[in-house]
């Protein structure tokens, strides 16, 4: 089965290159060779490769930057998505898509469903949730993925943030009035592959949205605690620093993020058989991979 990846040189991009199974031929292109937000360029390549499925990765994931950059933020996250969501209907085919918690409030105490009410408070969720919207109207086979706090031994996130704070300072502030759940890019991309294996047996999926992520969850001082207790039981860190709980308050960002970012994972286990991944056994296998690179 011939699969186009778009966004593949970012984190899940990376790891759904690494982790493509046997039975797919995959092409995977990044910005520099597809930018969905030209339709022109979209309509090029869809034509001359052919895929069987598209899995979209790309985004523009910048949250702060967007604030800013509204422009370049909806021409990525909608539009395109819209893009892609018009040359996979053309040809018949699916469209598998990342998004994210970002399109909630943040405002619930209950794990969010896929039924549940979006709010985004920014441009990046706002634009995110307009991606799942044109989806929607202009792909009839479609799933969204939504997730959170995507981390990865490739591209930059918390975790390898966390790691250079760690060998520069003695201590550091880190919130701990968000509560979320840390996902690994790989398990991110195994639940994908999981899809296309369904869909290429089966040739049909359960189409729609549904949330994906780590368990269990926690607050990002919780996460960066974690991070620091095992950088050092892998020797990747000689000490860990003291990590002072801090109110978001404390932490001004252009963005407002979402104060509650858990998302209830039933519907796919219980559709797809797909299960949640412990964050804490994938944080291992990141630093685990990251002590193995050249040149640490």
């Not at 269990?216 to 039981?233: K, L, N, Y």
């Not at 407002?256 to 056994?281: F, M, N, Y």
């Amino acid at each position: 089965m011939r699969v186009l990846i778009s966004g593949a040189r970012g984190q899940v991009g990376h790891e759904l290159l690494r982790l493509a199974p046997e039975g797919f031929s995959v092409q995977g292109l990044g910005s520099a060779e597809l930018d969905i937000a030209d339709a022109g360029q979209v309509a090029r390549v869809v034509a001359e490769l052919q895929p069987q499925l598209i899995i979209n990765a790309a985004a523009y994931t910048a949250v702060d930057k967007a604030e800013s950059e509204p422009e370049r933020a909806w021409a990525v996250n909608r539009d395109g998505v819209a893009h892609l969501a018009v040359e996979a209907e053309r040809l018949g085919i699916p469209v598998l898509h990342i998004s994210t918690d970002y399109v909630f409030a943040g405002d619930a105490q209950t794990p969010y469903r896929e039924t549940d009410a979006t709010g985004p408070t920014g441009v990046y969720g706002a634009s995110k949730l307009g991606g799942e919207v044109m989806l929607a109207a202009n792909c009839s086979r479609h799933i969204v993925l939504r997730t959170s706090w995507v981390f990865g031994s490739h591209g930059n996130n918390f975790v390898k943030t966390m790691l250079r704070l760690g060998r520069e300072r003695e201590e550091l502030g880190v919130v701990a009035d968000q509560q979320g759940c840390p996902t690994s890019a790989a398990s991110i991309a195994r639940a994908l592959w999981a899809l296309a294996r369904q869909f290429r047996e089966q040739g049909a999926l359960p189409w729609g949205i549904y949330h994906f992520s780590g368990t269990p969850a926690c607050t990002w001082h919780q996460f960066a605690t974690e991070i620091f207790r095992q950088a050092v039981e892998q020797g990747l860190l000689e000490r860990a620093p003291r990590v002072r709980a801090i109110a978001t308050s404390e932490y001004p960002t252009p963005a407002t993020r979402p104060a509650w970012s858990v998302l209830d994972c039933g519907k796919l286990r219980e559709t797809c058989s797909i299960e949640q991944t412990d964050w804490r056994h994938e944080l291992g296998l990141v630093l685990a991979e990251l002590g193995n690179a050249p040149g640490r």
